[in-house]
């Protein structure tokens, strides 16, 4: 029998066509749908020796491990909330030293305020009858001898009227104020000798025509 090799090659055809039509159709499930995402599952580090292939060395491993873990957090935590206190502490010492340095600034301004206005009033004219009070004070006061005018000086400061009392002791020649500075700087009460540095540092026409070296009886204690 002659089957025409055109009909032979149609047969293969069809039986090809077939054939992935029924491949596609068994697998169409898994070529054409789209295979869901499965969430990951992450197991305790905590392990159960009973619900896991792991031997129970290895449990044990692992739960010492997790352990540690848990102690470092828990000293991480302490040592940060020890770093946060040691911060607010050093936050608040620079307010402090903050606070510290404009009180200085404060004080400062203050006494160079005082400083510019007593140096004014030392510009100031003093009445003739005034300066000739002032000039007799000074005269007896040299006459009355260190002793006795460095307790009157004191006692005019005690009343409040330092001012007046060094207006007159600048009155008085350096040789003359040498003796009085000395014995109060030779004194054992702390108010004299206090006092001897009061007019010392106030009357600028002293220390620049006398010094310590010159002072009858050289420095204190000597």
Known sequence: MNIPPTLIVLI?????????????W???DSIF???P???AEFTSIEFDADDTSYSPAETHSMNQLSKELASLKQKLLEKEIELDARESAIE???????????????INQNLSDRLADFESKQGQDISEEKLKQYKETAKRWVEMGPEISSMEIQNWRQKRRFEE?????????????APII???LNSDEDSLIELADALAMRDRGLLP??????????????
């Open 12 to 24: 293969a055809v069809l039986l090809s066509v077939g054939s992935a039509s029924a491949m596609l």
């Open 26 to 28: 068994l697998n169409y």
């Open 33 to 35: 749908k789209k295979k």
């Open 37 to 39: 995402d499965i969430p």
């Open 92 to 106: 608040m010492d620079l307010e402090s030293i903050e606070k510290q340095k404009r009180e200085m600034d404060k």
């Open 165 to 177: 009392a060094l207006t007159i002791f600048e009155q008085l020649k350096a040789e003359d104020k």
């Open 182 to 184: 000395a014995f109060m």
């Open 209 to 222: 025509n006398v010094s310590f070296d010159n002072l009858p009886g050289g420095l204190p204690g000597n």
